[in-house]
């Protein structure tokens, strides 16, 4: 984690020196603002708040970008993105994809959880679009090592419809998987070793 | 015209029966797929590289103009930026007042109005929480604008690009899927409205009174006719400047090879007969795997010009200026989008030469550069042919519109 820090730290001040109109202390503070919630280094300490470390740039883009049109709940977000400038936005997915990826979940692996998980997965080929080792690629998320409440939660949302993202694609993925199913699910890809 | 599928020995109503019995297993089996897939994925082979393949994603920012592709025309044309900024950007239509009104799908999910001199140009926001707005139209000082589902119109629009007027519905009547039910849409030399219903699949059977074909309606919505049977997905026709006759461009089927099937443009010669293929014919030359079986490519129309393997042809108009050379009078402008069903990317804007037979006799690339180390910097959606003989390309990728002029 220390390595990633001092990794990241370069990044912020090249970009303090880019040509971003509404000044270097504001993207700072931001920026300042995503760890504060989401981690030093991107890796989440509370349950309901995703880890953003590696997350593809392209994804980050477009959940900021959700936020700020309103098409994606959630009143911290929708407040901390509100005034955000196209070039901000960038230049903020662009940090947060240097972050380090989070570590799988290091407790004890409960085996038969895992491979309920792992079938799962491999049903609703859930690979195929975020990579086989699920570090996500694109507009589509890194899902390795995320928390599994988070993970829950936004399976619930994709079923529900409350959430879209960039095509129908999850509300096809999800659809029919009983709350047994998410946990499971949720297990395995938090807990992912190749 | 490609006849009902008639067995030997059976009624109509029999086989008509049969046909909808066969039709409802085909729509429960997609259903039954469709749970676990996408349904752009339905049908891909298995296999690393095919994994990896999905539609592409455009950054949901528009690409600042310093760093837009730099187009290349033919020499004696000219390219420049007409408008940056403008996210999603997509059809382009031109008002009588001067005012370029942009559509945007997906990303977007507005209209928007481009008016002012060069330099002074401004991009107005006047229409937004559209769902797919990709269809827009103008016509008699109103705007036409439409979703999967319904068709809108708002008047006097370019009085009032600050606050529109409340919209009439004009036509509600769209299945409103989300594949392939975005519109292109536009009045013909017949004072009619047409209206594309895109297959809502990569490759299905659908009931053919309502998908995979181009419809025509009167302005207040009224008196609908099937025009084009056998249309998968179009996203850009027009009417060529003196037979009047319908032109379309179609997407063609994904998933079959990288180099298969061919995207398809097309002439109505006889409207209300016209049967294109799908989803049993690709390309005028190859019988689907699945749906083709007992099916002939000469029963359907063939395409009048291929334009690539997965070639995404969208936007295209018949060139009615004067400001080109001859050459180009009467040609057709196709903005070929780029594919992504396929692991070799290309994009550009092609002009096809249509000559007094109506045959095509080429089809080559016009504006180029959309492409660099296999990625897109920009992918070309609609074009327009303004007032003065110049040509906007739009481009949903950056973000953009540019112009192309020549002479001077």
Redesign the interface.
């Known amino acids: 984690m220390r390595s990633g820090l001092a990794a990241a730290a370069p990044l912020v001040l090249s970009i303090a020196a880019g040509p971003y109109p509404s000044g270097a202390q504001t993207l700072q503070d931001k920026i300042a603002a995503c760890t504060a919630c989401h981690g030093e280094t991107g890796q989440s300490q509370d349950a309901n708040v995703p880890s953003i470390g590696g997350q593809p740039k392209l994804f980050v883009m477009y959940q900021l970008f959700f936020y700020r049109e309103g098409r994606r709940a959630n009143p911290e977000m929708n407040t901390i993105t509100k005034d955000m400038s196209d070039a901000e936005l960038t230049a903020i997915s662009e940090y947060v994809a240097g972050l380090p990826a989070p570590p799988p979940s290091s407790r004890a692996v409960d085996e038969a959880r895992y491979r309920r998980g792992a079938e799962l997965a491999d049903k609703r080929i859930c690979g195929a679009c975020h990579n086989a080792d699920y570090s996500g690629r694109e507009q589509m998320p890194r899902l390795a090592g995320q928390g599994e409440a988070y993970l829950v939660k936004s399976f619930r949302a994709y079923q529900a419809g409350t959430r879209i993202g960039t095509q129908a694609a999850m509300a096809e993925a999800v659809r029919g998987l009983s709350d047994s199913d998410f946990a499971d699910l949720a297990y395995y890809l938090a807990h992912f070793r190749r | 015209m490609h006849p009902l599928p008639t067995k030997c020995g059976l009624g109509l109503q029999t086989a008509s029966a049969i046909a909808v019995g066969l039709l409802a297993a085909t729509v429960a089996l997609a259903q039954e797929k469709?749970?676990?897939?996408?349904?752009?994925?339905v049908g891909?082979p298995k296999g690393e590289v095919t994994?990896?393949m999905?539609?592409v994603?455009a950054?949901?920012?528009?690409t600042?103009e310093a760093q837009l592709p730099k187009l290349t025309a033919p020499p004696g044309f000219k390219v420049e930026v007409y408008q940056s900024g403008i996210l999603d950007a997509r059809g382009l239509r031109r008002g009588d007042k001067g005012t370029v009104f942009v559509s945007s799908l997906?990303?977007a999910g507005k209209i928007y109005a481009v008016t002012g001199e060069p330099g002074k140009r401004v991009t107005k926001t006047i229409l937004s929480g559209l769902e797919l707005p990709n269809g827009i139209e103008f016509n008699k000082g109103s705007l036409y604008v439409a979703t999967p589902k319904q068709i809108t119109r708002y008047d006097n629009i370019e009085d009032n690009l600050d606050k529109p007027p409340a919209p009439v519905t004009i036509y509600d009547k769209l299945p409103g899927d989300?594949p392939h039910g975005w519109k292109f849409i536009k009045f013909g030399p017949d004072g009619k409205l047409y209206v594309p219903v895109g297959a809502p699949c990569n490759i299905c059977e659908p009931d053919p009174a309502k998908y995979a074909q181009i419809f025509r309606i009167n302005a207040d919505g009224s008196n609908m006719e099937i025009v084009a049977r056998g249309v998968r997905n179009t996203v850009g026709f027009d009417f060529h400047p003196r037979s009047k006759e319908l032109w379309f461009t179609d997407n063609q089927r994904d998933w079959l090879s990288e180099d298969m099937p061919l995207d398809e443009l097309n002439r109505v010669a006889n409207p209300g007969k016209d049967h294109f293929g799908y989803p049993y014919c690709h390309s005028g030359m190859m019988t689907d795997p699945e749906f083709g079986w007992g099916k002939s490519c000469s029963d359907y129309v063939k395409p009048a010009a291929s334009l690539g393997p997965h070639a995404a042809p969208l936007g295209m108009r018949f060139y009615t200026g004067t400001m080109f050379p001859t050459k180009y009078r009467n040609a057709i402008f196709i903005a070929r989008h780029g594919p992504w069903n396929r692991t070799q990317k290309y994009a550009d804007v092609s002009v096809a030469y249509v000559d007094d037979a109506n045959k095509v006799t080429s089809v080559e690339p016009f504006l180029t550069g959309w492409v660099k180390d296999n990625t897109y910097l920009g992918r070309p959606v609609d074009v327009l042919v303004m007032a003065d003989g110049s040509l906007l390309v739009s481009d949903d990728h950056a973000g953009a519109i540019y112009r192309v002029s020549y002479g001077k």
Do not use: C
């Open positions: 469709k749970e676990e897939e996408p349904f752009w994925a891909r994994a990896k999905a539609p994603a950054p949901p920012v528009p600042p997906f990303v989300v």
